[in-house]
């Protein structure tokens, strides 16, 4: 048997890769309990587990093809901890640890603080007596030079400067006026490619020409109300591939037309409670650091 030698340039480069990871929790004990926004009512306990676990073990499945997922571990008694959108906002290893408006999401603080210093996170807080909902209300441009904070409904405004400081990021603040839309990421979604999702009466006038003033027109992706009731800009987007709940076939058109490829997850359970898939995940440290030997 003869053995080629190697050479050097041969190998490839090492990729110690730590790809995109989102952290999701299993709705074991989801339920609608409490009513702490408009989605939610007439809702109470109208929810079914069977359900849910198979709409979210969907999710779950379609997200795994695409990215690394995390798990942490349901809490009985904490039905909205399934919603990890809530728990923090990450950027480079440091999480900005989520102050929940409603006492009834505050012991989920707890569970999420542990986890993340568990998995080496750098963990710091804001003043007590300013809430903040982690990445349902702050979400990052694509290139990560702007974080787009929402206030009004569960964010305080005060928190955004904490954020501006903690994350040494441009903070712009917008004004969520409609009661349903209560989270950012319940009426906004800044895509790849530089494209935005949004739906615009969720907005007041000078929160609309904020955005307009960043994305041109013909990235903007309006929602009209009959998608956004379907919590469309509820998205979750991974290199080019957008993923969302069922929504109409003329966004779906257009988010094609734009590029994009779509999944749709029927997630009517979680919309009981107010949530749907960008809800569902929270985004954790993408980092990758490639050696070329
Ligand atoms: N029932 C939850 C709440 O009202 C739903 C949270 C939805 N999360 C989100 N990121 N929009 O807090």
């Known amino acids: 048997m003869s053995t080629q030698p190697i050479e050097l340039t041969d190998i490839p480069p090492i990729q110690l890769a730590r790809r995109a990871r989102y952290l999701m929790c299993p709705p074991h004990f989801y339920d609608v309990n ?23 073990r969907n999710l779950y499945r379609a997200l795994t093809r695409l990215i690394d997922v995390e798990l942490i571990a349901p809490q009985s008694g904490l039905p909205d901890m399934v ?17 929940f408006y409603h006492q009834e999401r505050q012991s989920e603080e707890q569970c999420f603080r ?11 807080e804001l003043p007590t007596d300013v809430p903040f909902e982690g990445e349902g209300d702050a979400l990052f441009s694509i290139d990560g030079s702007r974080l787009w904070v929402g206030y009004g409904r569960r964010t305080a ?6 954020l501006a400081r903690a994350l040494r990021v441009e903070v712009i603040s917008l004004h969520l006026t409609d009661p349903r839309f209560y989270h950012l990421d ?13 739906y615009p009466d ?21 929602v009209s109300e009959e998608d956004a009731i379907r919590f469309a800009c509820n998205a979750i987007h991974v290199d080019g591939t957008v993923v969302l709940n069922c929504v109409s076939r003329e966004l779906t058109g257009r988010l094609e ?37």
């Open 157 to 162: 405004r005060e928190s955004h400067r904490f």
């Open 34 to 56: 409490y009513v702490i926004n408009p989605w939610m009512e007439g809702n109470l306990h109208r929810s079914s587990r069977e359900r849910a676990e198979l709409q979210w």
């Open 83 to 99: 919603f990890t959108a809530n728990a923090g906002l990450e950027r480079s290893g440091t999480v900005v640890l989520s102050r």
């Open 202 to 222: 969720a907005f007041d006038a000078a929160s609309l020409e904020k955005i307009e003033e960043y994305y041109p027109l013909e990235k903007r992706i309006l």
């Open 186 to 198: 319940t009426c906004f979604a800044p895509l790849d490619d530089g494209y935005v999702m949004y």
């Open 257 to 293: 037309s734009a590029g994009f490829r779509v999944v749709q997850i029927d997630l009517s359970e979680f919309i009981k409670a107010g949530g749907a898939a960008k809800c569902l995940v929270m985004n954790l440290a993408t980092e990758k650091i490639s050696l070329n030997l």
């Open 114 to 124: 542990q986890w993340f210093q568990e998995a080496g996170y750098t963990v710091v």
